[in-house]
């Protein structure tokens, strides 16, 4: 539960109030919480779309396009493909989102060596959701048409809408064109992600 000040909207204008131990205050109008206090000072909005105005009735919280998490991962170790099958390079990291409505912004940088052996051949990489490839953000990479080792770094970028308040996954993928490519090589190459919530 949690004590509660009212602005009633019907009868009789005026506030009601009412208090528990709870620790846990509630703003509410018209019997409908907007807002709870808790007893860690923490402040929740107790709508998606409810936003705090300032005193020229900009929005200054939960407006659209805030940032509203923040996560990131990395990942040293090795992978080694040489076939079209495309697989994962190990990087991954999982987001919930808090609204349906939100986006949700995908940046990798993706390390690795990749071996071009043999002349017009290369890897091609992919920004990957809950096992769909969104986007390519690397095409042939590692061609030189010439036979040589190639060792870079490259990097992508993805605005998602992926639609859900699940825990939702993202991650890369790579295949190779018969060339054998290799990301994270030997565990000196640090790939990375970061998932950033934007509201929507």
Request: charged share 10%; proline share 2%.
């Amino acid at each position: 539960m949690a004590s509660t000040i009212n602005a009633k909207t019907t009868g009789v204008g005026g506030i009601d109030a009412s208090g528990d131990a709870s620790g846990v205050l509630a703003l509410q109008t018209g019997g409908t919480t907007a807002l709870t206090i808790d007893a860690s000072q923490n402040v929740k909005l107790s709508a998606a779309g409810t936003a705090i105005q300032n005193s020229s009735g900009r929005p200054i919280l939960n407006q659209t396009g805030s940032v509203l998490q923040v996560v990131n991962a990395l990942y040293g170790t090795q992978v080694t493909s040489s076939t079209s099958t495309i697989i994962d390079t190990g990087l991954t990291a999982t987001i919930t989102p808090s609204s349906t409505s939100s986006k949700i912004l995908v940046m990798v940088s993706q390390a690795g060596v990749f071996k071009g052996n043999s002349a017009n051949l290369g890897a091609n990489f992919y920004i990957n959701r809950a096992g769909v490839n969104l986007s390519m953000f690397g095409y042939v990479v590692g061609y030189t048409s010439v036979v040589t080792y190639v060792g870079t770094t490259i990097s992508g970028v993805y605005l998602d809408s992926p639609a859900t308040t699940s825990a939702t996954v993202y991650k890369t993928t790579f295949s190779s064109s018969g060339v054998a490519t290799d990301v994270q090589r030997d565990t000196a190459g640090i790939s990375s992600i970061v998932l950033m919530e934007i509201a929507g």
